[in-house]
């Protein structure tokens, strides 16, 4: 298997979680805008990021199985697809804040909470553990 696909995979994964923990913060501050603040540049950058990797999430996994050989095929390429629509719709969230003249902490507070986004972040929290050097050794053992 090339460790450059799971660790691709790991880094977009970290950037998503990276961009999460920002937007926890940025919704804490209480702001009416992200022009007023230092932080917004920096906001649009992490939305940017988190909107592409989301287009890319299932894609990258499906990589990961095939190059590993993950068995039973079919039980991965289920869950390929669960990610595949719960990234679709938050991704679709996701845009729909970037695109706003003024993002609020309220609306990012609002995105953080959606079900769209807690569901692909579960996703990637299993994601992560299945891709763990712990899983990998269990595995192969």
Do not use: C, W
Not at 37 to 56: A, I, V, Y
């Amino acid at each position: 298997m090339s460790s450059s696909s799971i660790q691709e995979l790991r880094r977009r994964i970290d950037g998503v979680e990276e961009s999460y923990e920002f937007m926890l913060a940025y919704a804490a501050q209480g702001l009416l805008t992200h022009e007023s603040s230092g932080n917004g540049s920096q906001l649009l950058e992490f939305l940017n990021r988190t909107h592409e990797t989301l287009g890319q999430l299932a894609e990258l996994f499906e990589r990961v199985i095939e190059e590993a050989g993950s068995t039973p095929r079919d039980g991965y390429l289920d869950f390929v697809e669960v990610i595949r629509e719960d990234a679709r719709k938050a991704g679709a969230a996701v845009r729909l804040a970037m695109i706003q003249p003024k993002i609020s902490s309220q609306l990012i507070d609002n995105l953080n909470a959606s079900i769209h986004l807690r569901a692909v972040l579960t996703d990637i929290f299993l994601l992560d553990e299945i891709i763990s050097p712990r899983a990998l050794v269990a595995k192969a053992g």
